[in-house]
Structures are given as structure tokens and as C-alpha cells.
């Protein structure tokens, strides 16, 4: 038997104010965008930023409907939107913020697995790392530096050759 260790590393800021001009900008832009959100049975909106490689800046909201749970997450509408309007154009940095109409918004949350999923295989498609800035309204902000950080022992294209 051998073990692995699996290092997850990032950075943890006090708050917007700690981060760059740039990345503060991308930030405050999300959490702006989590207002455009649908998300009329689970209160909880969330808005994604990504800065291109490009320069170009372009955002998502989650989109939830009646069938719940089976709307959109706003990272993969983001992924989605990008895709058509920039096709093969990488992510540089994908900035994620939400606001709780229920609770609590000042903490960093995570993508959930489906995004991440989705995160790792545009980053891996591109062959280009994606830094993700995650944060609530307020609060601290965590940066992690590609998406691939996010799922460990992925499952991946090379799994189906």
C-alpha cells in the first residue's frame, strides 16, 4: 500500500479592500450581478464575472425554474455565454459571489460539483489556468489559483480513451 496526499492550497484576504484594484473591480462587479439572479424558490443568488483572455469581462446569474432543482448554476451560464459569444477564448480569472435572501451572505462559498466539473474541463479545453475568486457580499474572499484545485481526482477526458 502507498499513500497520496492531495495539497490544497489558497489564499484567504479580509476583504475586498485586501485584494488588487483589478480583482476588487471583478469582485464588486459579481456581487452587483447576483441581483439579476432568478432564484425565486431558493432566495440564493449568485453572480459570476470572468475576465477574458481577451480583456473582455462578461457575467452570469443563476436561473432557477418551477422543475427545481434543474435551473442553472451561474458559473456554467457564464461557461455557456462565453462559449457562444467567445468561442474558444480562455478564462483568466472567474470571480463567484452570492447573497443569501435567507441568511447569511459574508462568508466564501464554492462552486458546486457540477460547476466544478465544468470549470476544470473549459480550463483544461484551453489548456489555460483559470484563477477563482469566490466571496459572499462581504466578508472574507478566497482565491485559488486555477480551477483544477477544485476537484482533485477528477474524472476527465482521458478517462473515457
Do not use: W
Not at 500500500?1 to 488588487?20: D, H
Not at 441581483?35 to 457575467?59: C, D, K, M, R, W
Not at 470549470?119 to 457580499?137: D, F, K
Amino acid at each position: 500500500m502507498r499513500q497520496k496526499e492531495v495539497k490544497f492550497v489558497y489564499e484567504v484576504y479580509n476583504s475586498i479592500k485586501s485584494l488588487s484594484k483589478d480583482d476588487a473591480d471583478l469582485l464588486a462587479h459579481a456581487r452587483k450581478i447576483t441581483a439579476t439572479a432568478y432564484a425565486p424558490y431558493s432566495n440564493f443568488q449568485v453572480g459570476a464575472v470572468a475576465l477574458l483572455a481577451n480583456g473582455e469581462i462578461i457575467h452570469g446569474s443563476n436561473q432557477e425554474n418551477a422543475s427545481y432543482p434543474v435551473g442553472l448554476c451561474a458559473e456554467r451560464v457564464l461557461i455557456s455565454a462565453i462559449s457562444s459569444l467567445y468561442p474558444n477564448t480562455a478564462i483568466n480569472t472567474m470571480v463567484i459571489s452570492y447573497h443569501n435572501l435567507n441568511g447569511n451572505s459574508g462568508h466564501p462559498i464554492s462552486p458546486c460539483g457540477i460547476c466544478r466539473q465544468s470549470l476544470l474541463e473549459y480550463e483544461a479545453r484551453l489548456n489555460h489556468p483559470m484563477r477563482v475568486i469566490m466571496s459572499g457580499m462581504d466578508g472574507k474572499v478566497f482565491v485559488i489559483a486555477n480551477a483544477a484545485m477544485l476537484l482533485p481526482l477528477s474524472f476527465t477526458n482521458e478517462d473515457l480513451k
